[in-house]
């Protein structure tokens, strides 16, 4: 069982393999950083140890307020586990914090983990201004008696694979090549609320779903996509976006999934929604009659992919 805290603190080790960073989506990159931290940790008989933080540090010190995460604490904790992580620290992200030098960080993960040796990806810095570059942490290594590792990126074609690009791709409803950078399908989680049952009333009923608002959310459009409901994924459609067929809502995005061949109440139940394809842009229809035909096609295009 997965060991966690909340600083560093808190533990007391004799020794460790240590990786730092954000994991935001725990995409392939990380996973194979991972891999990497397990094999070192064993290779010396330690456990591996992932530090990392919430709120994400860009979302501090840039002081964003529109969505932002590709995984919410618990979507991230539960991945790091399965993926054998022994300890993971997750630590609250604040100026102070962002304030410390690289040293003296690293002299915290040395006094409490018995740190022996750094997994870090490419281009990783850390401490005040980011001074604690790979060189610098090197430098620190061989001071104090802990090593650095430095993995090397992790491509899809000839792309880097990092969160801020699957943001990207997310941001313009491309989860197909979302799903290849992150080794599975990009999801989101929610609980189903009370809507005003107009897709019931014209034949498609829609399970509505309230989520974090910090989670990042496709480009609005239709989705294929599976619905985990009771462990099982069946397959269904979803638009996001502001239902211009029937208002002039700008503000509000509703989140409306309906899953193909089901009937049941799904009211308070906790679904989670896996991305496949887009299927295509949110539309204004001039009329139910043609909104019910584009629904059709959709769910048939669904069907057939």
């Not at 034949?203 to 409901?229: E, H, S």
Request: glycine share 10%.
């Amino acid at each position: 069982m997965m060991i966690r805290a909340s600083s560093i603190a808190e533990l007391s080790l004799d020794k460790a393999c240590v990786t730092i960073g954000s994991f935001d989506g725990v995409h392939a990159g990380h996973k194979r950083l991972i891999e990497k931290l397990k094999d070192s940790a064993e290779g010396i008989k330690a456990p591996a140890v992932v530090i990392t933080f919430f709120p994400h540090p860009a979302v501090v010190i840039k002081n964003l307020k529109t969505p932002y995460y590709l995984s919410t604490q618990d979507e991230k904790t539960a991945q790091l586990e399965a993926l054998g992580v022994d300890v993971l620290i997750t630590i609250p992200f604040t100026v102070e914090l962002a304030a410390l030098s690289a040293s003296e960080f690293m002299q915290l993960l040395f006094r409490h983990l018995g740190l022996r040796k750094l997994i870090v990806g490419p281009g990783f810095a850390l401490g005040k201004g980011r001074f604690g570059t790979i060189e610098v942490l090197s430098g620190i290594g061989k001071d104090m008696g802990f090593d650095v590792l430095v993995m090397g990126p992790e491509n899809f074609g000839d792309t880097i694979i990092s969160s801020s690009k699957i943001r990207q791709l997310i941001e313009a409803g491309d989860v197909q090549t979302a799903a290849q950078f992150l080794g599975n399908y990009y999801s989101i989680q929610g609980f189903v609320v009370k809507g005003d049952a107009r897709g019931h009333k014209i034949g498609f009923p829609t399970a509505n779903l309230d989520i974090w608002q910090q989670k990042l959310l496709p480009a609005p459009g239709v989705y294929r996509c599976f619905t985990m409901l009771d462990g099982k994924p069946l397959l269904s459609v979803i638009n996001i976006g502001y239902r211009p067929t029937f208002s002039n809502n700008s503000n509000r995005v509703f989140i409306e999934v309906h899953i193909l061949d089901f009937d049941g109440d799904l009211y308070g139940k906790e679904l989670q929604v896996q991305f496949t394809h887009r299927l295509r842009g949110e539309i204004k229809f001039p009329s139910f009659e043609e909104l019910i035909h584009q629904i059709q096609s959709d769910i048939q295009a669904a069907r057939e992919l």
